[in-house]
């Protein structure tokens, strides 16, 4: 069964450094993708970044970028020199074709990201 | 571009009262639509998607249905709430089998 599992619950970091947040994922399915959302305080659900299970390389989009490693089944986000704006949940979500042709997001518990002045 | 729009914002209903969200997209055609709840400092749970108009498939079965009277409208229903049906309502779009889905604001329901 697919499974997403990011096992640190909150996060404390300095502004203007590095942060990682981790996301593990369980398929047997050959093609998936991954993603990773933000979810400030309002609650609207905002998409970061996006990597396919065929990609050769790691994606990246601005400040973040998503260090995966197909073998070891992880999809980590990097948040490069954290800024205040940056504290929020973070979910890791993983869409699998075996699910049907729905494309439907398996999510994982979220990681709650707090950014220190 | 596109756009998704929810409302209302903010919802308190009594138990045992009707409950009509609505979801509808602008700026694409023959989007795949979602409903997710998200409880209290919990992830998102898929209630329902929709393929297409009147297709609609439940991933859990519960109190509240779906329906898809138009391509870019969604609307989350019941017909009696719990107080269980508290929660963050959140409905998405996507296009491809493994394509991003993009969320709208959401709707706050809490049921007394």
């Known amino acids: 069964a697919q499974k997403i599992t990011q096992t640190q619950p909150g996060m404390f970091v300095q502004e203007k450094e590095a942060v990682t947040l981790d996301c593990t994922y369980d398929?047997?399915?050959?093609?998936?993708?991954l993603f990773w959302y933000k979810q400030p305080s309002s609650g609207e659900m905002i998409f970061l970044i996006y990597?396919?299970?065929?990609?050769?390389q790691n994606a990246t989009e601005g400040r973040y970028s998503l260090n995966f490693q197909k073998a070891r089944k992880s999809a980590n986000l990097v948040i490069s020199a954290s800024q205040l704006g940056d504290s929020a949940m973070y979910f890791c979500?993983?869409?699998?074709?075996?699910?049907?042709?729905?494309?439907?997001?398996?999510f994982g518990k979220g990681t709650k990201l707090s950014v220190k002045p | 571009s596109q756009t998704i729009h929810q409302w209302p914002a903010t919802l308190v209903q009594p138990v045992g009262s009707p409950l009509s969200l609505e979801c509808t997209v602008e700026?694409?055609?023959?989007?795949?639509l979602y409903w997710y709840r998200q409880a209290a400092g919990r992830g998102l749970q898929l209630l329902f998607y929709?393929?297409?108009?009147?297709?609609i498939s439940s991933e859990v079965p519960q109190n509240l249905s779906a329906s898809r009277p138009q391509d870019r409208q969604f609307i989350l229903s019941s017909k009696k709430l719990l107080l269980s049906d508290s929660g963050f309502y959140l409905c998405?779009?996507?296009?491809?089998?493994?394509?991003?889905?993009?969320f709208g604001p959401g709707t706050r329901l809490t049921v007394l």
């Open positions: 998405a779009w996507g296009l491809e089998v493994t394509d991003t889905q993009y």
């Open positions: 398929t047997s399915d050959p093609s998936y993708g």
């Open positions: 990597q396919g299970s065929y990609d050769q």
């Open positions: 979500a993983m869409s699998c074709e075996d699910r049907g042709s729905q494309g439907n997001l398996i």
């Open positions: 700026g694409t055609s023959n989007p795949n």
């Open positions: 929709s393929v297409g108009i009147g297709q």
